[in-house]
């Protein structure tokens, strides 16, 4: 999941102002493929393991000493809209814990900041760390 | 279908089945007595065949059910009788008996529930395995 210019970024009870952009990747960090007598095919695959990674992308316009500790963890909410006019509106939450803020420097804007986080399961790993609804 | 005792206990998942090593028990003139460390063949050890697959089940109760199955079918001494393995591709072995099962290091829960084993079956001629039990 990729949204641009998400609007009011929230995390905990902090708000995160001139967010560009929030990445949502998920990849399968531990795989099962395995294969039978029967054939050259994989007779069964499944991804047992699974993580959500978070990228918020902040673009500072003056210098910063705040900014989120890693390992903090909360819930990173943001509403998307595919459109301009607001419509199909969605609110996106991701219980999650900071994994990284990084920065970078040009001579042009203040900085960016890059938060990386990782989504956790909120009742220990049966749901998912994202969920999805329309937003008001 | 694969089956030991006419029972499928490993078609819920894929499973291959392998040979053990055959081989002669060699031990040395010293281990005999003799004091010296040449080598005296004993004659060959029982077979051994291998399965090593994965239970998958719809539930972890389904999935403990399967793994106690297989667990039933280890018999306490006194008790054990062997029976024919056959790996549903052609190959029997009879007079086995399941002597190990080995799960993998944890139980898979993806969009299954799964476990890795291997399940060890050594052969034993009725002859030898009498004489085991009754202990002479």
């Given at each position: 999941m990729l949204v641009l210019s998400p609007r009011s970024v929230e995390f905990g009870s902090e708000t995160w102002p001139g967010v560009s952009a929030v990445a949502i990747d998920r990849r399968v960090t531990r795989s099962l493929v395995e294969w039978s007598d029967e054939g050259p095919h994989a007779a069964f695959a499944d991804a047992p393991e699974v993580e959500v990674r978070v990228r918020v992308t902040q673009q500072l316009e003056e210098a910063s000493a705040d900014g989120p500790m890693a390992g903090a963890s909360g819930s990173l909410s943001f509403v998307s809209a595919p459109g301009r006019s607001g419509a199909r509106r969605r609110r996106v939450r991701v219980a999650c814990v900071v994994m990284g803020v990084t920065h970078e420097v040009s001579e042009r804007r203040a900085g960016v900041r890059t938060i990386e986080l990782v989504g956790v399961s909120p009742d220990g790993g049966a749901a998912d760390p994202v969920s999805v609804e329309t937003a008001d | 279908m694969s089956s030991y005792k006419g029972l499928d206990l490993f078609g819920s998942g894929p499973h291959r089945f392998a040979r053990g090593v055959r081989e002669h028990l060699v031990v040395s003139g010293f281990a005999l007595g003799t004091g010296g460390a040449e080598s005296y063949a004993l004659g060959l050890k029982d077979w051994e065949v291998l399965v090593v697959g994965r239970l998958v089940a719809a539930s972890e109760s389904a999935l403990r059910t399967l793994r106690d199955a297989v667990v039933d079918e280890l018999e306490?001494?006194?008790?054990?009788?062997?029976?024919?393995?056959?790996?549903?591709?052609?190959?029997?072995?009879?007079?086995?008996?399941?002597?190990?099962?080995?799960?993998?290091?944890?139980?898979?829960?993806?969009?299954?529930?799964?476990?890795?084993?291997?399940?060890?079956?050594?052969?034993?001629q009725a002859s030898q395995f009498q004489t085991f039990q009754s202990g002479s």
């Open positions: - | 306490p001494l006194g008790s054990i009788t062997p029976g024919t393995l056959a790996d549903g591709l052609g190959q029997t072995w009879s007079d086995m008996v399941l002597v190990a099962f080995e799960e993998a290091d944890r139980v898979d829960r993806g969009r299954a529930w799964s476990v890795g084993y291997t399940a060890t079956f050594r052969s034993f």
